[in-house]
């Protein structure tokens, strides 16, 4: 099944991330998992994908260091001599309103979910050439295309990997290799989870569907981007947010 592709998860071991793991595992491919720091929590998702017949690994590394990534890459194709996916999926945010946001905010987030994305992509793509084919996609977000108060660092990052996604779709498109974009809305995950409560109503009132998200409905819409049956998309950017955006 799946030719025994092997997929690349940047934050792979909670939230959306997991999921996707999950969702990538089960569909036949080998699935790395790259963590940040939380080691018991990556054999955690792990032993999931294990448990589902699924075969995967665990790697430690920082996106926002060239030397982490490269490390990642010469382990996966020692393992596995392969490179067929790309999710750019690590991401934080630090909310802060514009005139409390001192720039370490604004360099942490737009290091991590922005230049992370660059790195792991830079790194990554040239890989996939060899296969005739590659499938990469980028965990935007909704506030990306509309902003948020408190959010001008992670909307600024967000809007960034959307266009990179485009400018990648374009460069990489010769080679078969597509390039688009997930945009979720409001998604039930630790993220999430630390918002005040009258936010999250605020935010649920705004939402068409009546309900936040679920890490796993992310998934599936990245299954079917990296899917054969998505070959003629690239380029683009995918909402999944209730109908928050429309
Ligand atoms: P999460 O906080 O549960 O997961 C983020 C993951 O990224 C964690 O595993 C974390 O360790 C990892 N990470 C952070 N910095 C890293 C670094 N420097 N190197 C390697 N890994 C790093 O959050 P969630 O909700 O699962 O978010 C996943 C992605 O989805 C993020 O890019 C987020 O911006 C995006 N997103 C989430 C939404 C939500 O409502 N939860 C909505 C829209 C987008």
Known sequence: MNDGQVAIVTGGSRGIGKAISLELASSGRRVAIVYKSNRDRALETLKEIESLGGEGDIFQADVTKWTDIEEVVKRVLTKWGRIDILINNA??????????????DWDEVLDTDLKGAFICTR????????????????????IGEIGNIGQSNYSAAKAGLIGFTKACAKELSRWNITVNAVAPGYIDTEMTSILDESIKKEYLSRIPLGRFGKA????????FLVSKDASYITGQVINIDGGLVM
């Open 123 to 142: 790194l990554i793509a040239r890989h996939m050439i060899k296969n005739g084919e590659g499938r990469i996609v980028n965990i935007a977000s909704v």
């Open 216 to 223: 796993e409905e992310v998934a599936k819409l990245v299954l």
């Open 91 to 104: 991401g934080i945010t630090k909310d802060k309103l514009l005139f409390k946001m001192d720039e370490e």
